[in-house]
């Protein structure tokens, strides 16, 4: 069967549409291959503390990793808490979670590569997508520790732990009976646990049991996990500093209902983000992020808190790492997750419909290095309802390397020099390096080839 030329003309154009029916509407997954690059967690650092407070009203579920290294018979926590707590206020919580949410909220670097400028269809689609529980009781008093004025609340083992909650009168007497019943204080506690006394502070103290240490096989201390009511929202930092001169990261996972969390005796600044930087620092991230951060943090006189990451648990842009599961929220702290969710309207059966994925739950991650003579005071925070999303991200765009013959292409090609001129100024600012070392990377990384006919016909003026 012969065809006319108009019903060629029309199989071609039907085909065309299929194409790009087909380009359009293929399931997204394949679009973002490769569009993750790697992340900027805690592993960046060589100790850093990390804390996840889930808080709703005047409830709190603090989850603390322990990054204690030496010896564990030496082993000994002591965190100041607002009120007595009882056995079932703690837990031993699953070094996992903490793991997820800081693979979850990390900074992290990503790329996009050029489309051939010389196929319309796949440039403009390119350009259109390249931008992205009740109140705990009083527990009753046990013991008075001689004339020490430390009075024993509570004692209780909870999995390799054993747990004393404390009240005290004063700082020597705390401070001597910590010493005498085992535990290693450091020299220069006092000073530190008098501010938390006066307060009327409890001190929760925790030490291994080496006997269910050894018998589970632990290789290392699992994070501790308390939940109690106050209208506090506050986390003691002090003590971390006691005989230490160093410089300390501490990572603060705040999980919410409303908003974005926020401290409030110290100024809290977004962290540098959403910056094209030139593609070899694909493979030198880890030096690029501390870089970039201690650049941040000594321009800001090393007394802020960073922002690094809100937003909504339900989603993410892109993400990095699956949001958390109900169960594994509920293992984090997350104690509203089955509450009515009063914005809902009620069904026939007089319940009240359920999402199908959480979206009261809303993450901030916040990032401080602190020292005791620019972080005097604890932590205070405060709940916003600011659910506005952001997320340290550094965007990586690979220069199209195919052949460029035609005038879109020779129009991109013109404009690479300053792209690329623009992304050594960003990565030099960000991060103190040397500009003259950055473009001589840049010369050999990212300068898009050509085929030798292409460069004769530059060269003959084409």
């Not at 050029?114 to 997508?129: G, H, K």
């Amino acid at each position: 069967m012969i065809l006319s030329i108009k019903q060629i003309f029309r199989v071609l154009i039907s085909l065309l549409l299929s194409f790009v029916i087909l380009f359009y509407f293929t399931p997204a997954a394949w679009a973002f291959c490769g569009f993750y690059v790697a992340k900027a967690d805690s592993k960046l650092y060589n100790q850093a503390s990390q804390v996840v407070i889930a808080r709703k009203d005047n409830r709190t579920v603090l989850t603390m990793a322990n990054d204690y290294q030496g010896d564990v018979k030496d082993f000994a926590m002591v965190v100041p808490v607002p009120t007595v707590l009882k056995k079932e206020q703690v837990k031993v919580a699953k070094s996992k979670i903490i793991e997820r949410l800081d693979a979850f909220s990390a900074p992290r670097l990503v790329e996009y590569f050029d489309e051939d400028p010389c196929n319309p269809i796949l440039y403009e689609r390119q350009a259109l997508s390249g931008a992205s529980r009740g109140a705990p009781r009083p527990a009753g008093r046990l013991k008075k520790a001689d004339n020490l004025g430390v009075t024993v609340e509570a004692k209780f083992n909870v999995g390799e732990y054993d747990i004393v909650i404390l009240s005290a009168k004063e700082s020597n007497g705390l401070q001597t009976w910590l010493r005498r019943n085992g535990y290693k204080i450091p020299r220069g506690a006092r000073s530190l646990l008098q501010p938390y006394i006066r307060q009327g502070m409890k001190f929760f103290v925790a030490k291994v049991n080496l006997d269910k240490f050894e018998e589970k096989g632990y290789q290392f201390l699992r994070p501790l996990q308390i939940s109690y009511e106050s209208s506090k929202y506050m986390l003691p930092i002090r003590l971390g500093m006691i005989n230490s001169t160093a410089e300390q990261d501490l990572l603060v996972y705040i999980i919410s209902p409303k908003g974005q969390a926020e401290v409030t005796n110290y100024r809290t600044v977004k962290v540098p983000s959403n910056t094209n930087i030139p593609v070899f620092v694909k493979d030198e991230f880890k030096d690029f992020y501390k870089s970039m951060f201690k650049t941040a943090y000594t321009k800001e006189d090393k007394k802020v808190v960073f922002l690094e990451y809100a937003w909504d648990m339900g989603t993410c842009d892109p993400c990095s790492a699956q949001p958390l599961n109900r169960q594994e929220l509920k293992d984090a702290g997350v104690f509203w997750l089955d509450e009515p969710a009063v914005d809902l309207p009620i069904n026939p059966r007089g319940r009240r419909f359920r999402r199908p994925h959480p979206s009261n739950i809303f993450i901030t991650r916040l990032h401080v290095r602190y020292t005791r003579n620019k972080f005097p005071e604890d932590l205070m925070f405060q709940e916003t309802s600011n659910r506005q999303n952001f997320q340290g991200r550094y965007v990586l765009r690979h220069p199209f390397k195919g052949d460029l013959n035609c005038k879109a292409g020779r129009q991109y090609k013109r404009s690479l020099p300053r792209r690329f001129e623009k992304e050594a100024q960003n990565l030099a600012k960000l991060t103190s390096w040397n500009i003259q070392d950055i473009r001589k990377k840049m010369s050999i990384n990212e300068q898009p080839t050509n085929s030798w006919w292409q460069s004769l016909l530059q060269w003959v003026g084409f």
